[in-house]
C-alpha cells in the first residue's frame, strides 16, 4: 500500500482545522483515534432534494460557546450511520464529506453531523481521516499553532473567555 505523500505528520490531540468548503476558517478540534468518523457540531439540520441528490442543510458555530460567526452549510448526504457515543448512547447521524485541513493538508472526511453542545470540542477527527497521513502524539497540543489572536479575541464566549481554551 501506498503511503500518502505527508504520511509523517504529527499532529497533537486536538488542533486548529478549517473547513474550507463549509466556509468555517477555524474551528477547534479534538484528534480521536478511538473514533472511526469524524463529528461535527450541526444545528438547525434540514433535510431536502436538489433533483435526485438528497441533501442536508445545516448551522456551525465553530466557536464554543459562543454564535459568533455562525455559518450555514449545505452539502449532499453521504451516508446514514447509527454512531455509539462515548456515553454507549446509539444515535442515527447524517454523513457527509467535508474537505478538512489539518497542519496545512486537506483531507476529505466522512462526517458525521450532531449536537456536540454538551462536548468540549465542536469538531472530533476520526481515525478514518487521521489515516490519511498523521500520527497522533497524545502528549502534544496545537502543534500547528492557534488561531490567530486576534480572531480568538474576537469570538469571545458568552462568559467573555476566549473561544479557542479548552
Do not use: Y
Not at 26 to 53: P, Q, Y
Not at 70 to 93: F, K, L, N, Q
Amino acid at each position: 500500500m501506498k503511503e500518502p505523500p505527508h504520511s509523517n505528520t504529527i499532529a497533537g490531540w486536538r488542533e486548529w482545522v478549517s473547513l474550507p468548503g463549509a466556509g468555517v476558517p477555524w474551528i477547534k478540534a479534538k484528534l480521536d483515534t478511538g473514533a472511526r468518523t469524524s463529528s461535527l457540531h450541526a444545528f438547525d439540520l434540514e433535510e431536502h432534494r436538489r433533483g435526485d441528490v438528497p441533501t442536508v442543510r445545516f448551522t456551525v458555530h465553530p466557536w464554543q460557546g459562543s454564535d459568533h460567526d455562525a455559518v450555514v452549510v449545505e452539502c449532499p448526504v453521504h451516508d446514514r450511520r447509527s454512531v455509539r457515543s462515548s456515553s454507549g448512547h446509539t444515535e442515527e447521524r447524517i454523513v457527509v464529506l467535508m474537505d478538512v485541513v489539518l497542519l496545512g493538508h486537506a483531507v476529505t472526511a466522512e462526517v458525521t453531523l450532531t449536537n456536540r453542545d454538551e462536548m468540549g470540542f465542536r469538531m472530533l477527527i476520526g481515525r478514518e481521516a487521521l489515516r490519511q497521513g498523521f500520527l497522533v502524539d497524545s502528549a502534544r497540543s496545537f502543534a500547528g499553532g492557534r488561531a490567530p489572536r486576534d480572531i480568538r479575541r474576537r469570538n469571545r464566549g458568552r462568559d467573555g473567555v476566549e473561544a479557542s481554551r479548552g
